[in-house]
């Protein structure tokens, strides 16, 4: 079945620094990826969508200079947290269409200290 | 606007027990695909069900049935028989038809079953 493959699992980095966090399909061409947020014990979150080799769209709220979404190739779509901040710790997962479905990387588990 | 209502928090049982997980869905569209979605602690979305709109026919998967009523725009979940791995949370989600680029999930709040031995 259509495997996207989401690393790192988990990052614990610097107040500051950037932390990018890769989403890659690995058996189908995903032209479009989710991209979400989901807090301790919350829902999973838009953030935004990416489509590859065009601006991502933002969820209403979501600082696009904050997370920058990066989709250049039909296989590999990127999520950077620049500065982050310990407000940022979060687990975020990325999503793609696929058939009549959608295919969920396993989730990167950010904390800021 | 889509909306997807998971009313139930948290639900505990006793292994064994059945146990049932409401979902109920806003949308305008005449055409959607309900789904649902487990996750354990991990934290890994597992895929469970998709249904059509079209398609109210309930359906069983093991231990796991559902059931979909277009007219009170629901879509519930049954664990027969429940388990200690069955702990975990639950999502219910929709989405348009068709699934073209673009069209996203709209996720319920979640339910967090725990099954105690």
């Known amino acids: 079945g259509a495997v996207v493959s989401q690393h790192p699992s988990w990052v614990i980095c610097k107040s500051g620094t950037s932390v990018k966090i890769e989403c890659r399909s690995l058996d189908f061409q995903a032209t479009t990826m989710f991209w979400y947020r989901q807090f301790p014990k919350q829902s999973l979150m838009l953030m935004a969508t990416s489509n590859e080799g065009s601006k991502a769209t933002y969820e209403q709220g979501v600082e696009k200079d904050k997370f920058l979404i990066n989709h250049a190739s039909l296989t590999l779509s990127t999520l950077t947290v620049t500065s982050a901040h310990p407000e940022d710790s979060s687990f975020y997962i990325c999503?793609?269409?696929?058939?009549?479905?959608?295919?969920f990387g396993s989730g990167t588990r950010l904390t800021v200290v | 606007a889509q909306k997807v209502t998971q009313a139930q928090t948290e639900i505990s049982v006793v292994e064994k027990e059945d146990v049932t997980l409401d979902c109920v869905y806003e949308?305008?569209?005449?055409?959607?695909?309900l789904f649902w979605y487990k996750q354990p602690p991990s934290g890994e979305l597992v895929f469970l069900i998709r249904?059509?709109?079209?398609?109210?026919q309930n359906e069983i998967s093991g231990r796991y049935s559902w059931n979909f009523q277009k007219s009170t725009s629901s879509f519930n979940f049954t664990i027969t028989a429940s388990q200690v791995v069955d702990s975990a949370v639950y999502f219910c989600?929709?989405?348009?038809?068709?699934?073209?680029?673009?069209?996203?999930?709209?996720f319920g709040a979640g339910t967090i079953l725990r099954v105690k031995s």
């Open positions: 249904r059509n709109s079209f398609d109210e």
């Open positions: 999503s793609s269409r696929r058939d009549y479905g959608y295919t």
């Open positions: 949308t305008r569209d005449t055409t959607y695909y």
């Open positions: 989600a929709l989405s348009e038809v068709p699934l073209i680029v673009g069209n996203k999930l709209v």
